[in-house]
T-cell receptor, first 114, second 112 residues
Framework: DTEVTQTPKHLVMGMTNKKSLKCEQHMGHRAMYWYKQKAKKPPELMFVYSYEKLSINESVPSRFSPECPNSSLLNLHLHALQPEDSALYLCASSSRDRENNEQFFGPGTRLTVL | KQEVTQIPAALSVPEGENLVLNCSFTDSAIYNLQWFRQDPGKGLTSLLL?????REQTSGRLNASLDKSSGRSTLYIAASQPGDSATYLCAVAPTYGQNFVFGPGTRLSVLP
């Protein structure tokens, strides 16, 4: 099973709302990632959890807050977002194995901020 | 700082043609390189992962090669089909434990 699942598929929220994106994988991977992707651009790394510890925060605004409850789950909490935060949010996972660190991506959540 | 470029930005070919997509990176000291495809509005699908010690990898009609010394990788697609239409991205892992750096992608259209 090489599947990464994400919910919801679509999300529309106002600038004062609080919402969460969810990601799950059952491949035993110990690294999970959040990416943001704007139209016709490559994914931009936002957060990395390695062995359930936040290892890199790429200077993302504090209105995005990641959480890793366990090795299979990853959340992204959203609060007071801006219209420019509208994008496709992608979750990925990898084994961090020296022999094979192939990344697997979920289908994404299309976020629209009004 | 590692930078990744992909040429061409867009490509349109008739069905049945063999084609090559190019990926270049500025620092040849890479750990590995991964090719993905992405359909519009969807997530990325992993196609091939090439370790730095490997020269090529094959999966079905796809063949990816890696030349670290020249900072290049190519993705060869044989007998292209309309279903191959998508954006193809390459991503380079600079060292073990470091995160992938993505290229901007090549948008491929295969015409029936």
């Amino acid at each position: 099973d090489t599947e990464v699942t994400q919910t919801p598929k679509h999300l529309v929220m106002g600038m004062t709302n609080k919402k969460s994106l969810k990601c799950e994988q059952h491949m035993g991977h110990r690294a999970m990632y959040w990416y943001k992707q704007k139209a016709k651009k490559p994914p931009e790394l936002m957060f990395v959890y390695s062995y359930e510890k936040l290892s890199i925060n790429e200077s993302v605004p504090s209105r995005f807050s990641p959480e890793c409850p366990n090795s299979s789950l990853l959340n992204l909490h959203l609060h007071a977002l801006q219209p420019e935060d509208s994008a496709l949010y992608l979750c990925a996972s990898s084994s961090r194995d020296r022999e094979n660190n192939e990344q697997f991506f979920g289908p994404g959540t299309r976020l629209t901020v009004l | 700082k590692q930078e990744v470029t992909q040429i061409p930005a867009a490509l349109s070919v008739p069905e049945g043609e063999n084609l090559v997509l190019n990926c270049s990176f500025t620092d040849s000291a890479i750990y590995n390189l991964q090719w993905f495809r992405q359909d519009p509005g969807k997530g990325l699908t992993s196609l091939l992962l090439i370790q730095s010690s490997q020269r090529e990898q094959t999966s079905g009609r796809l063949n990816a090669s890696l030349d670290k010394s020249s900072g290049r990788s190519t993705l060869y697609i044989a007998a292209s089909q309309p279903g191959d239409s998508a954006t193809y991205l390459c991503a380079v892992a600079p060292t073990y434990g470091q995160n992938f750096v993505f290229g901007p992608g090549t948008r491929l259209s295969v015409l029936p």
